[in-house]
Nanobody, 124 residues
Framework: QVQLVESGGGLVQAGGSLRLSCVGS????????IGWFRQAPGKEREFVAG????????YYGDSLKGRFTISRDNAKNTVYLQMNSLKPEDTAVYYC?????????????????WGQGTQVTVSS
């Protein structure tokens, strides 16, 4: 079992930055793929960024690379999502997710473990 806890959300003005954290417990992330997703009201859950922990391969959703960066701290079993140049359309609940294995995963159904989410609100 893996437990995930996100933090770091909040209210920020357009153009600002936030860094989200996802702390894992129960298992180390060493054999997992980690993903960040977001869901805005009335919309489907959207892939934001992912990382294959083994090797550190990172990948991003369309149009998000360049503003968002996923990174990790091995010692803390923590994954981060640095979000820069935030826009009002980035407003959503952001979730981290984990799935055992070494493949890139882009769809919510491919992940077994989920955090509770953290709200990000970007004002114009």
């Amino acid at each position: 079992q893996v437990q995930l806890v996100e933090s770091g959300g909040g209210l920020v003005q357009a153009g600002g930055s936030l860094r989200l954290s996802c702390v894992g417990s129960g298992r180390t992330f060493s054999s997992y793929t980690i993903g960040w997703f977001r869901q805005a009201p009335g919309k489907e859950r959207e892939f934001v960024a992912g990382m294959r922990w083994s090797g550190g391969d990172t990948y991003y959703g369309d149009s998000l690379k360049g503003r968002f960066t996923i990174s990790r701290d091995n010692a803390k079993n923590t994954v981060y999502l640095q979000m820069n140049s935030l826009k009002p359309e980035d407003t959503a609940v952001y979730y981290c997710a984990a799935q055992g294995g070494f493949e890139r995963r882009f769809r919510p159904g491919e992940y077994m473990y989920w955090g509770q989410g953290t709200q990000v609100t970007v004002s114009s």
